[in-house]
């Protein structure tokens, strides 16, 4: 794939056995529900960039200490931050918890999932939008839509490589005036939400 084309990145934390085996990331197990993933949202995978935290496979799949030895990550950050310069996408996606940490720094994807945001440490003010990793998908499959839909707004929101925030005007105790304008107004409006 030309990088010029490579507008999303999706990265998870560290390669399994089958990715090792055929030095790919994603091929193995959590794979195949990204692939499955991706098709329900309309994004064909040969159009993405797929990486990982750390390079190796983790003993009993626990990257813990790793996230702990600060020379370890930071070699880890500057080889995908490297393969991401290369491939400079518009939107990162982190996939579960550690790879939210590698570029916030910690946080629970449960709290973050489906909001754009900033990379802090690895590529720091890039555009990400986290969201669940595939083998949480595969144990909570009540989620695979919610995934799905990070990924179709992480997708809308590859197409522009800045933060676009949503512009909001807020009427807190409004006159009995105002809402009248407002109702009016909103018959014209795109987009209406009330809380």
Same mark, same amino acid.
């Given at each position: 794939?030309?990088?010029?084309?490579?507008? $999303?990145?999706?990265?998870?934390? @560290?390669?399994?056995?089958?990715?090792? /085996?055929?030095?790919?990331?994603?091929?193995?197990?959590?794979?195949? *529900?990204?692939?499955?993933?991706? /098709?329900?949202?309309?994004?064909?995978?040969?159009?993405?960039? +797929?990486?990982?935290? %750390?390079?190796?496979? @983790?003993?009993?799949?626990? #990257?813990?200490?790793?996230?702990?030895?600060?020379?370890?990550?930071?070699?880890?950050?500057?080889?995908?931050?490297?393969? $991401?310069?290369?491939?400079? =996408?518009? *939107?990162?996606?982190?996939?579960?918890?550690? @790879? $939210?940490?590698?570029? $916030?720094?910690?946080?629970?994807?449960?709290? #973050?999932?489906?909001? !754009?945001? &900033?990379?802090? /440490?690895?590529?720091?003010?890039?555009?990400?939008?986290?969201? %669940?990793? =595939?083998?949480? !998908?595969?144990?909570?499959?009540?989620?695979?839509?919610?995934? #799905?839909?990070? +990924?179709?707004?992480?997708?809308?929101?590859?197409?522009?490589?800045?933060?676009?925030?949503?512009?909001?005007?807020?009427?807190?105790?409004?006159?009995?005036? &105002? #809402?009248?304008?407002?109702?009016?107004?909103?018959?014209?409006?795109?987009?209406?939400?009330?809380?």
């Amino acid at each position: 794939v030309d990088p010029g084309s490579q507008r $999303l990145a999706i990265i998870g934390e @560290a390669p399994g056995m089958e990715e090792l /085996r055929d030095d790919k990331p994603f091929v193995g197990p959590s794979g195949r *529900i990204l692939n499955g993933l991706l /098709r329900t949202a309309g994004i064909e995978r040969d159009m993405l960039f +797929l990486g990982n935290i %750390f390079p190796a496979k @983790a003993r009993d799949n626990d #990257v813990t200490p790793w996230m702990k030895d600060a020379e370890l990550s930071e070699k880890a950050f500057a080889r995908l931050n490297a393969d $991401l310069e290369k491939f400079q =996408p518009h *939107i990162i996606v982190p996939m579960g918890d550690t @790879a $939210l940490w590698g570029f $916030l720094g910690g946080g629970s994807i449960s709290a #973050v999932r489906g909001n !754009v945001a &900033e990379a802090t /440490r690895i590529r720091p003010g890039a555009k990400i939008l986290p969201t %669940f990793h =595939p083998q949480y !998908v595969q144990k909570q499959w009540k989620d695979y839509v919610v995934v #799905v839909g990070d +990924l179709q707004k992480a997708w809308r929101q590859a197409a522009f490589p800045e933060i676009r925030w949503p512009k909001r005007e807020l009427m807190v105790e409004p006159t009995f005036n &105002e #809402v009248l304008w407002w109702i009016d107004r909103c018959h014209k409006a795109d987009l209406l939400s009330v809380d």
